[in-house]
């Protein structure tokens, strides 16, 4: 399975910055997707990223809040943009090589914001 | 529409006793069903998976699961838990048409005790 490192692992923001999240992968993929976890709740999808085009979107999450970027096959970046403490939450990025493989989750950005 | 009810919030067990997480799962489509452990203050982890074939899955850690695609359930059992297996534990969806875009459960909290 695919290896994922993902940056910063935790960070305390204050409110009205952004901040970008970094998931690196040791091989390439075509998929990347990133996904919210809110204080004491499952996950939420926010987008999935292809290299060579735009992030889709899902409900209730835009990409004027979450612009998210894939440059190559193997790094995608994930921006929070003018924060507020609701966007406290773990932020992950997940790979897709097939579901042979499960899905590869990073250790995740734990984000406050103050 | 696809959805993951797990019906249990929190199961707390003493050590060595016999575990059965649940998890039910509505869709019109062919699925893939996974289980992931998240341990305090970490990633995700993947425990096991079904794709297809034998409805009895095994993954890591000596979990298994059974998928029973008549009741839309794909519990996840241990016949004697560790206190080591205190964790979170999210029961997972991946429709066939779109592998990787995951919709989890809202988790159930595993607590072992002595």
Redesign the interface.
């Known amino acids: 399975?695919a290896v994922i490192s993902?940056k910063p692992s935790r960070d305390i923001c204050q409110r009205g910055t952004s901040l970008t999240i970094q998931c690196q992968v040791d091989s390439q993929v075509t998929?990347m997707?990133w996904?919210r976890q809110q204080p004491g709740?499952?996950?939420?999808?926010i987008a999935?990223a292809n290299q060579g085009s735009e992030a889709t979107y899902e409900s209730g999450f835009v990409i004027d809040k979450f612009p998210i970027s894939r440059p190559n096959l193997t790094f995608s970046t994930l921006t929070v943009s003018n924060m507020s403490p609701e966007d406290s939450s773990i932020y992950?990025c997940?790979?897709?090589k097939?579901?042979?493989y499960?899905?590869?989750?990073?250790?995740?950005t734990?984000l406050t914001v103050v | 529409a696809q959805s993951v009810t797990q019906l249990d919030s929190q199961v707390p067990v003493f050590e060595e006793a016999p575990v059965e997480l649940r998890c039910n799962y509505s869709s019109s489509v062919s699925v893939?069903l996974?289980w992931?452990v998240q341990y305090p203050?970490?990633?995700?982890?993947?425990l096991l998976?079904y794709?297809s074939g034998s409805t009895l899955v095994k993954g890591i850690n000596g979990f298994e699961a059974e998928f029973n695609k008549s009741q839309t359930s794909f519990h996840l059992r241990k016949p004697s838990v560790h206190i080591s297996d205190t964790a979170e534990y999210?029961c997972?969806v991946?429709r066939g048409s779109t592998?990787?875009?995951?919709?989890?459960?809202?988790?159930t909290q595993l607590t072992v005790w002595p």
């Open positions: 399975s993902q998929m997707f996904y709740q499952s996950l939420t999808l999935t992950l997940s790979v897709e097939g579901p042979n499960g899905y590869t989750f990073g250790s995740g734990r | 893939y996974f992931y203050n970490q990633g995700l982890q993947l998976k794709l999210f997972a991946d592998l990787g875009r995951l919709y989890f459960g809202r988790g």
